[in-house]
């Protein structure tokens, strides 16, 4: 059955090629200052599980390609249809490969403090090093998690000049969940396995130019038995596999085991 799957989902993300070029333009730097860009406006929440990405306030240095803020990196300037294909790209797998039935054809932008984030049982959060948050955000954050939401964090490294890093997002994890440890994380534990077997982080693609893939965890109670509350993907990007998929710019191999990660996320996230 799992060979099955994987067969599905080679098939699904293979296609089309696009020139390096264009990839790393749209890649972009990062710059101080924001852009004014109208972002669309989210649908009414409909029962099915929709892809939520969260926004908020970028710190210095964090605004990329065209001033676009920190938390949009991956989602993308233009116009459909490459607004929001990373998470687009992720829900036709998750929509291939299971009987979820997901939204695939858009996802939801949401601030941390937004009430209608309940209704939403997993949460993405893209360049987490460059977050800054309010008293009234981090109240509502910490509200969310411990009724039982689950984030997954994405995007982000130590930086050589420093600034977007490891420090901040502690920081900021400190305000929101003052208690929390933060626990490296090994294949054993069982998101690795709620829908994929995933043995070993040798496999795991790496999106920057040293070191490897970190896996970092927040538990309940800070106890690993117990849930996992959120799952940080340190010192790579997982979502970028999921952006390029189908473009010619990433091998199929990597993206697929990106996605292999995405899927296993949002499993282990409904079922905890």
Not at 86 to 107: A, H, Q
Not at 209 to 238: H, M, S, W, Y
Request: glycine content about 10%; charged content about 25%; hydrophobic content about 40%.
């Amino acid at each position: 059955m799992r060979s099955k799957r994987l067969g599905i989902v080679f098939a699904v993300i293979g296609a089309a090629a696009v020139s390096a070029g264009t990839v790393a333009a749209q890649r972009g730097r990062f710059f101080n200052s924001p852009a004014s860009i109208d972002f669309p406006p989210n649908l009414p929440y409909d029962g099915r599980f929709t892809f939520a990405r969260l926004k908020y306030a970028t710190g210095p240095g964090g605004y990329y390609y065209y001033g676009l803020p920190a938390w949009a990196h991956g989602y993308g300037y233009d116009p459909e249809p490459d607004r929001g294909r990373s998470e687009r790209n992720l829900m036709k797998i998750l929509n291939e490969i299971s009987e979820l039935k997901p939204r695939v054809d858009e996802g939801e932008i949401l601030a941390l403090d937004d009430p209608e984030l309940c209704k939403y049982p997993v949460a993405y959060m893209t360049e987490a090093g460059y977050w800054t948050l309010s008293d009234r955000e981090a109240a509502a954050f910490r509200a969310y998690l411990l009724k039982g939401g689950f984030v997954i964090f994405d995007d982000f490294r130590d930086p050589p000049r420093g600034g977007g890093g490891w420090e901040n997002f502690e920081a900021n994890m400190q305000r929101v969940l003052p208690e929390a440890r933060f626990v490296d994380m090994d294949p054993s534990h069982p998101i690795f396995h709620s829908f994929f077997d995933i043995n070993s982080f040798d496999i795991v693609p790496q999106d920057y130019d040293r070191g490897r893939p970190i896996f970092r965890g927040l538990f309940e109670d800070n106890d690993p038995k117990k849930r996992l509350v959120a799952i940080i993907n340190f010192n790579t990007d997982v979502s970028n596999f999921w952006e390029f998929s189908g473009t010619g710019f990433r091998p199929v191999e990597e993206s697929n085991e990106a996605f292999k990660l995405g899927v296993n996320y949002i499993m282990y996230g409904l079922t905890h």
